[in-house]
Every structure is written in C-alpha cells, then in structure tokens.
C-alpha cells in the first residue's frame, strides 16, 4: 500500500514553489534530507517565473534576465547549461535597461525623433544623480555575495540608518534635476524635461511601485558584477528546469493552496484548503510579499508577532505588466531596436480618441478617468523572436489596465505606435500576451521595493524565524527576504539555500530543542 503523506511526519514542508521553495528543496535533498514535501497553490512551478512557448516563439511573463554576473548562482547555472544568448551575435538585441538610450529611438507623440545628443545628455545626468547617492552609501549597506544565514541577519539590520533613507525616489531625482537644468541650454528645456519624465517612468517599472515618493533612495540593492542584464535564449523558464529536474515528483504537490500553518509546537501542522493536513518539523514559508499581506491574518497560528506583521505591511509590493506583441510579418526593419515613447503634451488624446472611437471603444482610454496608456514606456524587440514587440506599462497605469481585455489594450498600444513611429499603415498586432500578476490571487503584484515607510527592525523581523532563530519552526524566504538582491530571482534562489541551510546546520548539530507550551 502507498503511504499516504499526510499520514507522515515530515522534516520541512516548503510552502510555495516559485525560485525560492524549489532551491530550498534542492538544497535539502542534496543534503540527505529527503522527507520533505513542497506544496505549491498553482497547476505548476516556478511561481513569478513563466516562460510560455508560442508560435512566435517564448514569451517570459514574469523574470526574463539574469541581473549581474559575478557571485550569481544562476548565472553559473546558465552558463554551464549553455542557456545563455551570445552578445556578438548579430540578431542580439540589447534589452531594456538604463542604457536603452544607446540603441532605441526615443520619439514624441508627433513621431518626431529626438535628438540623440539630448537623448544621451539626460541619460548622463541621471545615471550621475543615481551614482552620487550610492557612492556615498555607509559602508554597512554593502553585504558581500556570501549567502548569510538566518541568525546573522540582525547584524545587516543594523545597518539600517533612518538618515540614510528617509529621502524618496522621486525627491532625490526631482531636486537633482532640477539642479542640473538649471545649467542647461534653455531651448532644450521642454524636451530634456519630457525625457526626464520618460526616465521617471522607466524608474516606476524597474522598482516596480506605484509612485516613486513610496520609494525609499536608495534602497539596499546591490547589482552583482559583469552584465546587468542577461538574455536567455529559451526563457527563463530553461534556468528554472535545471534546477528542478532533479526534484522527485513525489517531493511536489500542485493545486495545494496552504489555508493555515500551526506553527507553535515540536510538530507544525500545514493545513490546506482541500482540507488535507500536513505534519512537519519545520515549514519554510515562500509565499509572495502580496499574498503575505492579503493573508497574513488567517494563514498562521498564533497569529504572527507585531513586528512581522508592520515589518510585512512596511514592505512596498506593487505591479508592473508586461505587454507583447506579435505580427505574422513584422513592420519593422531589421536594424531597429525599439521606439520609446516621450509625451510632451496631453494633445494625442483627442486624435486617439477620434481614431479609436471609429471602431466604439473610447471607454477603453480611460479607467476611473485616468488616461492608463500614458504609462507605457514604449515598445522593444526581443533577442531571438523577430516578429516580437515587448512594451512595459507600469505605476498607476499598470493598476488600471488589469479591467481591460486584450483587444482594447492591443487597439491602443497599435494607435501609440502609429503616433509615436508616425506611420499610420502599422497593422495590427495577430497577437497579445500579457502579464496578469496582480491579478493572481497567489502572487498579487510583481516585486518588492524598499518603501519610505520601512522602519529600524524591520528585515530583521521579516526573516526572522518563529518561534525564534534559535528555534526555527518556521521559516522566511523569498525575493522580499533577500536583504540586498530583493526583487530578482537569484535574490529569492539566495533566500531558499539561506533557510534550507539553517535546518540542515540544526540537523547536523542535533540541536532541535523542545518547546513545552
Ligand atoms: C529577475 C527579471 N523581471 C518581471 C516581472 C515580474 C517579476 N522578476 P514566487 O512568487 O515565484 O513563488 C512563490 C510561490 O508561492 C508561487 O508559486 C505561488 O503560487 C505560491 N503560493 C502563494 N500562496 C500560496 C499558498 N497559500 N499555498 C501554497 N503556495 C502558495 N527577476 O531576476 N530577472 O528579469 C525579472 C520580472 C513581470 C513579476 C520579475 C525578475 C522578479 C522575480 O520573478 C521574482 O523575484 C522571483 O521569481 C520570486 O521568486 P519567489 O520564490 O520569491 O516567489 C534601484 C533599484 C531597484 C531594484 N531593481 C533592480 C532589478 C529589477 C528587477 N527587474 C525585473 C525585471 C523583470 C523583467
């Protein structure tokens, strides 16, 4: 007879599998420790990474790129597995990152190109205002590479300084801009200051929040050497199965949303919403920071500490969307890169409500009266899937397009073309794909950011184990528990090895102490 496995005591149950639950699974089964058990809501793994194959090829509607290169686990992993797209290739496309004002054309809702020289002075003056502030970061905010284990988290905790970041986002760059037009050519004003806007925009995506005042500058994120961005050439998804394929299917179970975990006893008991329960020594928990903030109040017993729950609250967790567009035969050249999109009036709004309103469907330009299009970027090619545009829509815009279907977003991205590019013959597209993360009830958004509401204590009181870190019943990982690579998915990789090797030290130093309650 099979033994059934919620019928068995288990060493961990790792709640979650996205990059964080299967690399603390991995870490465990190599480590001898094989009675654990990983129970994932969803119909499949890897969580906020989702690489779909299409006909034109595969789309990464969550984590594309590999960030930095030196003391990436993942980089290595890509590299030895040759999943990595060669750069001197001549079909490579350098993908979007604060250097896209290298490659793409930056046009004006008139299709007017413009200038580059301009184009790569605002670049300039940006990057400068960004590097000033992080070069003149404390010491202390600068953790080496080496995964730390959960214990020694306070000591990075402590580095966290209120005068340090108590400026936002959008303060530090407004104030910093507005220094440097003050010394600049006064024709070039208005455009500079709508590339300026761009920027800000570009930022919105890349923290991935609603308004940069939420944004703490400059965070605590740390860019690992080598190149910012890696293109995969089969998607992220490919990085993905190398490290699941040596988990036992057995060790998985899908469709298992957790409903409530039990955790302040020898024994932690994970309950579901089928109803199965689960018993286990210790529970790694890996759920998103948006389920977290959704859930938190139901999901554990007792309920979690104070302080977890403001340092959970405290933590930024917004959307971002991505948008691709396909074509059976594409409109574009073989040279071009990508068009981003640099509004210097609100006057497109009238033409594209009179094209757009031919085929009656003006509502779709606005949501709760907000013109949500505004918040596209623009529109990039994509390394190795010639027929492929990828468009970023991200802050408030990113919010409101979650109610509109793919047609109407589809019709609005193709008038944006036709203004932006200045061609009104651009069909079009055959196809859309789009990210909908917010919108998942297990993952609510796209990824964490240090806020401006974060407080003293509050990384230490969001990994910190319960009971306690020297009792470690249950366990905190994921992208938001990684104190310098927050937000990407080698980060999150960091947090699972960091709780899986805190259980495996416990185990080997058979230091399990008893709770009497
Ligand atoms: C990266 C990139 N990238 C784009 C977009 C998004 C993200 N990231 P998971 O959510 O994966 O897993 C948790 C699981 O738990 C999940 O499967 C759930 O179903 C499950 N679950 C929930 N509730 C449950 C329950 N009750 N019971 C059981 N299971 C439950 N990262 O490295 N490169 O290109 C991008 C991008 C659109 C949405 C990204 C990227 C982020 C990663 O995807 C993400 O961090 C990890 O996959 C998370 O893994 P996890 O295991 O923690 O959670 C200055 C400064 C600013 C800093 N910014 C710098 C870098 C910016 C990052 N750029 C990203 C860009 C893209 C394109």
């Known amino acids: 007879m099979e033994t059934r496995l919620d019928d068995v005591e288990l060493d961990v149950i790792i709640v979650g599998g996205g990059m964080a639950g299967i690399a603390a699974a991995q870490q465990l089964l190599q480590n001898g420790m094989t009675n654990i058990l990983v129970l994932e809501a ?36 890509a590299v030895e597995n040759r999943l990595v797209h060669n750069r001197n290739q001549s079909f490579y496309i350098s993908p979007s990152s604060a250097s896209i004002y290298d490659v793409h054309e930056f046009r004006t809702e008139n299709g007017s190109l413009v200038n580059r020289n301009i184009v790569c002075q605002v670049s300039k003056a940006m990057e400068d205002l960004y590097c000033k502030s992080i070069n ?20 990075f905790d402590k580095a966290i300084s209120k005068d340090y970041m108590t400026k936002s986002f959008a303060t530090h760059y407004s104030e910093g801009f507005d220094e440097y037009l003050e010394s600049c050519d006064i024709t070039d004003y208005d455009i500079q200051k709508a590339l300026y806007k761009w920027r800000l925009k570009w930022e919105l995506g890349d923290n991935c929040c609603a ?95 104070d302080k977890k729950v403001h340092a959970i609250q405290n933590i930024g967790f917004s959307n971002l969307v991505k948008v691709f567009l396909a074509w059976k035969k594409p409109f574009w050249c073989e040279s071009y890169s990508g068009v981003q999109f640099v509004w210097t009036s609100d006057s497109i709004q009238e033409q594209l409500q009179t094209v757009i309103g031919k085929h009656g469907t003006t509502e779709m330009l606005k949501v709760d009266g907000n013109p949500w299009y505004h918040d596209i970027t623009g529109f990039e090619r994509c ?122 030290t416990l185990k080997q130093q058979s230091k399990e102490p008893t709770i009497n309650l």
Not at 64 to 74: D, P, V
Not at 136 to 155: G, R, T, V
Not at 247 to 252: A, D, F, I, W
Not at 293 to 302: A, G, I, L, Q, R
């Open 42 to 77: 969803q119909d499949y793994l890897g969580g906020r990474i989702k690489t779909i194959n299409t006909e034109y090829g595969h789309i990464d509607l969550g984590a594309e790129w590999i960030h930095g290169q030196k003391g990436n686990t993942l980089y290595d992993i």
């Open 136 to 155: 003149s970061a404390p010491k202390e905010y600068q953790q080496d590479n080496e995964i730390i284990s959960e214990i020694e988290l306070s000591k």
């Open 211 to 305: 308004s940069l005042d939420d944004v703490a500058f400059p965070g605590r994120y740390i860019m690992c050497e080598g190149h910012g961005i890696t293109d995969l050439k089969f998607g992220f998804g490919s990085v993905f199965d190398v490290l699941k394929k040596d988990l036992p299917k057995q060790k998985v179970q899908l469709r298992k949303p957790v409903k409530q975990i039990k955790w302040k006893r020898n024994i932690c008991s994970v309950e579901c919403f089928d109803g199965s329960v689960y018993k286990s020594k210790h529970v790694i928990v890996t759920v998103p920071i948006g389920y977290l903030k959704n859930h938190m109040t139901s999901m554990f017993c007792p309920s979690l500490p």
């Open 383 to 504: 390394t190795g899937r010639p027929n492929v545009l990828c468009g970023w829509l991200v802050g408030e815009g990113a919010e409101l397009s979650t109610t509109l279907s793919d047609i109407d977003v589809s019709k609005v991205c193709t008038r944006l073309l036709h203004c932006f590019c200045g061609d009104e013959n651009i069909p079009e597209p055959d196809n859309i794909y789009r990210s909908q993360w917010q919108s998942n009830q297990y993952i609510g958004g796209g990824y964490s950011y240090v806020s401006t509401r974060t407080q003293d204590g509050d990384f230490e009181a969001l990994c910190q184990s319960l009971p306690s870190n020297q009792n470690p019943r249950l366990l905190f990982a994921g992208e938001a528990t990684s104190f310098n690579f927050y937000s990407t998915t080698h980060g999150a990789y960091e947090t699972g090895i960091r709780a899986a090797k805190t259980i495996i």
